[in-house]
C-alpha cells in the first residue's frame, strides 16, 4: 500500500512539473476572465490570476493561479496534453483581452494576421526574437480605454497611418536601419480613448540579446 501511495504522489509530482504552451496559458486566461465576467473574482484579484497565468511555466504553476476557481480542473485537463488544432489557412490568430495585462515576448512564432481586441487592457509584442511569417504582417487593433506597445528591431518598420483615432495617441519611432526592412508591420482598426506605441528595445533589451 506504501509503494501505491508513493507511485501515485510521485506521478502527482511528475504532472506538476509538465511544461505548459502558450495555448494553454490563453486558454487559462480566457477563463480567469470569464470568472470575472461571472462575479466569481473581482477587479481586485484580476490582475494577480492574469499575472501569474501569463508567467506559467509548469501545470503546477497554472493550478496555483486558478486555484479556488470551480471548473479549473477542465482546463488543467488540457494543459500540455493535446496540441492546439491549426488555423485554416487565411484565418487571423486573435487576442482578447478585458481587465487584463498580456505579452508575447522571446521566441515565439508570429502569425501573418493578428486581430486584438482590448478593453481596458495593454497588451506588448515584442518582435526583436520572435519568428516572422514573411515580409509583411498585419495588426487589426480595436482597443477601448487599453495600450498596444509594439517592441521592435531596426530593421522591421512599422506602419499605423490607417487608424480610426478618437482621443487616442499613436507613436511610431522611425526604423534606424539603413537598409530596407525586413518586415513590415501594418496596424489598422480602431481607438478609442486608447493608445499605440511602436519602438525600439531599450539598452537593457539589448544588453540582453547580445548576451543570448
Known sequence: MGDDVARREDGAGS???ERVSDADRERAAEFVQAALGDGRIGLDEIDERLGAVLAARTRGDLEAALVHLPGADAVLTTAGSVAPAPRP??????INGTHARMQRTGRWEVPAHLVVTLVHSSLVL???????????LRVDADLTHSRLRLIVPDDIRVEATDLEEHGSKVRVEPAHSATPPRAVVRVTGRLQWSRVAAVAPGR???RELRRS
Open 126 to 136: 515584442d518582435l526583436t526574437e520572435a519568428a516572422l511569417p514573411g515580409p509583411e
Open 15 to 17: 504532472l506538476a512539473l
Open 89 to 94: 489557412a487565411g484565418e487571423p490568430a486573435t
Open 204 to 206: 537593457r533589451r539589448r
